[in-house]
């Protein structure tokens, strides 16, 4: 088990590049047990909003502030949704996103990122593993999207880079 990797989880999401994606997963599969979190892994290879939404709505991820006749709106839910990443100290996993939307992953990466960033210390936080063939580009474009803080002194990169660790499989070694 890769225990520093493992340790990285508690402070940073974790984006798992390289290899395949079968040795991918086995790596989180690894992860996930050997950790103390609640776990949400969504389905492997989403390529919509849709996919995610109807995977938030099964597995209640959302916590609704008022009632209604009938169900809430994709807006709603993705509403509520956010809510629930930033009073959840569970573990989320999206595998082999690479396919995913580009502008919901984009969003859905940074509602993630911004609870890491803007955490205090010691606060239990939302934990994320995403996975896909490599990094093309990712943590480039979640620079570019990303609204820092007021007063923020690190660069946009080193924002992204405290929030999300690339864990590259072809020169990770298995003592990290």
């Known amino acids: 088990m890769p225990d520093k990797t493992k340790d990285r989880l508690n402070k940073k999401h974790l984006l798992i590049v390289g290899k395949s994606a079968m040795e991918r997963r086995n790596f989180i599969t690894e992860l ?5 979190f609640d776990t949400f892994r969504f ?13 938030v709505r099964k597995n209640n991820l959302y916590a609704p502030w008022y009632s209604k006749k009938g169900k809430f709106n994709d807006d709603q839910v993705l509403d509520f949704h956010w809510d629930w990443i930033s009073e959840n100290n569970a573990l989320v996993v999206m595998e082999e996103i690479q396919e995913l939307e580009e502008t919901w992953k984009i969003d859905l990466l940074e509602s ?34 990303i609204r820092p803080r007021e007063n923020e002194k690190r660069t946009l990169r080193q924002v992204v880079e405290g929030s999300i660790e690339v864990v590259d499989m072809d020169i990770l070694s298995y003592d990290e």
């Not at 996930?32 to 103390?36: A, D, T, V």
């Not at 911004?114 to 955490?119: A, G, K, L, T």
């Not at 210390?121 to 474009?141: A, F, R, T, Y």
């Open 32 to 36: 996930i047990n050997n950790s103390n």
């Open 112 to 145: 993630y990122m911004d609870e890491v960033v803007n955490r205090k210390k010691g606060q239990k936080i939302i934990h994320l593993i995403i996975s896909q063939e490599n990094e093309d580009g990712l943590m480039d474009k979640l620079c570019e999207m």
């Open 43 to 55: 389905p492997t290879g989403m390529k919509t909003i849709d996919e995610y939404l109807d995977y």
